[in-house]
């Protein structure tokens, strides 16, 4: 608590018993108490996701520690803290049959930044220092997750905390210097800028005053956060240009943060003969191609400071130019007659989030969708699980964020990430979500991929279903809405609502698939037309 952390997430367990009260004695703690350990997890994931400040969950000891394992991965990757207080029994308990023990002691192997193993019996500064140190290692570059495991026996007891106590104590300083590096040059004139999600809400102008000071296109995935504030350089499409040919061939490349969510992108630079340097302050690989020529350890802004290149005025002008003709297509495939797709739902959500809301992305198609689709005039942030791309605790993630924000969140999930994290739908009662469930009853991902040409796809892979999402509101007490068609209108009258809602849009995954298909194959027409 003196290091800062202020929201401790409870799951109910006995073994936990010290933890639980002690956080609920002190005033300035915040409690969520969720029955899901897997979804409370997550539910403090958010948390670090949206303030960058470790949120702390207690859990009680056996299989309740393991079901953190997923957000524990997630944290991991995607470098977010997080701070777990797992009960545990005494060493007398350990290794005899005793109920509910199990090896708990480094149980998160190499995905937590550090780990430690409190003796039973230890004194208040003991247990300072180790906290401190916790917080540390949860807060450092890179900051992570990390486990403090804690061996209790019965009879469990705490002193109450008295207001006066709770001041009492001080903070160990703690400082974490921004990584420097020399100057950097290039002979190059016709760079290329690509923006990951970025470790530092304070990197993305230095990127984007250095593309506009070289004039070099810059593509940015949709986490980045760089559509929030468009700049000339930023190529919209690049996604699309790319899949229908491009001969334009940059000589550079600097790529800052994590990786994009662009699959053809990496299969581009995979082809073309670059140089190719990747900045960031982590010291992460991100090259699934096997194709950096470079790494940077830097402070983002740091680097974009002391970087010098060549400018090619008609380089930039180039690449507008496909990015115009390129976007012109993709509109006039909107303005067709057709099915109501994801993508269609996906242009309806950015015609209708307003401005004071944040944005979450499930993984598989609404990732992808917001990517190619969703462009918003203004909106407060992007946020995806996309440290591991897993569909598990979605739900718990966008009520976490909705939580460090203090804004509402429109959460948009495909329905197998909601049948995957049902039991997080009790936190929307808490936290302004507005869960939009994109239902095509079943795995839409998949769709875009070769076996769903095979006989055992709808099966073995779509996951097909025939559920729908109303019975579900109903059992956690949540307003429900079913949008079928012109989605704009409805979403609108829900999102002036100030609680929670489960809105549920129904689409076709194959046409979806279709849709898509057909704006790639309009720009390849075009493309040999030019």
Known sequence: MQQGVRHFCVAPGSRSTPLVLAAAE???????????????????????KGNKMPAAVIATSGTAVGNLLPSVMEAHHTSTPLILLTADRPPELRDCGANQTTDQAKVFQSFVRWQTDLPSSLDEAYFRSAAAQGFF??????PGPVQINGQ???????????????????PIRMEFPRHSVKEQKSSSSKGIILIGQLPHADDLHPILELGKRLQWPIFADVLSNARLFPTFEQIRCFDWILK???????????????????????????????????????????????ILTGRIQSDIPEF?????????????????????????????????ESPFTEAHAMRALEKAIPSHFAAFFGNGMPIRDADHFFFPSKIAGFFGNRGLSGIDGNIATAAGIAESLQMPIAAFIGDQAALHDFNSLPLLKNYPVFLIVSNNFGGGIFSHLPIAQSPHFEKLFAAAHTWNFELAAKQFSLPYMRIDANPEKALEQAFGSKQSILIEIITDRVENHRFQKEISQSLKRTNSLL
């Open 26 to 48: 002190h005033p300035k703690a915040k409690i969520h108490v969720h029955y899901d350990e897997r979804g409370l997890g997550f539910f403090a994931l958010g948390i670090g």
């Open 137 to 142: 290692y949860a807060c450092q570059n890179p």
């Open 152 to 170: 209790f026996r019965e009879p469990f007891s705490i002193p109450k905390i008295t207001p006066m106590q709770s001041e009492t104590g001080f």
């Open 244 to 290: 229908k040919g491009c001969d334009l061939k940059p000589e550079q490349i600097l790529h800052f943060g994590d990786r994009l969510s662009s699959k053809k992108l990496l299969e581009w630079l995979k082809e073309i003969e670059s140089d190719y340097i990747h900045v960031s302050p982590r010291p992460f690989l991100q090259d699934p191609g096997r």
């Open 304 to 336: 974009c400071s002391v970087f010098k290149a060549f400018s090619d005025p008609q380089w930039l002008i180039s690449w507008k130019e496909l990015d115009s003709e390129t976007s012109s297509i993709v509109e006039s495939q909107f303005s067709k």
